[in-house]
């Protein structure tokens, strides 16, 4: 059974930085891209990174570029987003999730989201000013 499980959200005063996990089980983690989304109070989810199998390929949205950075962990099972200089408007709650094609490398970001089929249960995070 394929299973996304985040942790490391929290809260943080604005500038702060938190580090999310997303941890695979039950399927090859290490052959699908990972992306990571957010879904803000009252906003649809967007996504924010993606990095492929072997970590070679990433990509960033503008509202994260610079200051969130993804990376994996295969032997651990485990992509991480790095996040610093946090705003209130990084809000949110954070979602991993496993592409459904394997090595798929991020290219078209937005358009491919609806290729993002397994899915973590989101971990909040929360920035104050």
């Known amino acids: 059974q394929m299973q996304l499980v985040e942790s490391g959200g929290g809260s943080v005063q604005s500038g702060g930085s938190l580090r999310l996990s997303c941890t695979a089980s039950?399927?090859?983690?290490?052959?699908?891209?990972i992306g990571w989304f957010r879904q803000a109070p009252g906003k649809e989810r967007e996504g924010l990174s993606c990095i492929n199998y072997n970590g070679a390929s990433t990509h960033y949205e503008d509202s994260v570029k610079g200051r969130f950075t993804i990376s994996r962990d295969n032997d651990k099972h485990t992509v991480y987003l790095q996040m610093s200089s946090l705003k209130p408007e990084d809000t949110g709650v954070y979602y991993c999730?496993?592409?459904?094609?394997?090595?798929?490398?991020?290219?078209?970001?937005?358009?491919?989201?609806?290729?993002?089929?397994?899915w973590g249960q989101g971990t909040q995070v929360t920035v104050s000013s």
């Open positions: 039950g399927f090859t983690s290490e052959r699908f891209a």
């Open positions: 999730a496993a592409h459904a094609h394997p090595y798929y490398y991020c290219a078209n970001f937005v358009a491919a989201q609806v290729g993002f089929t397994s």
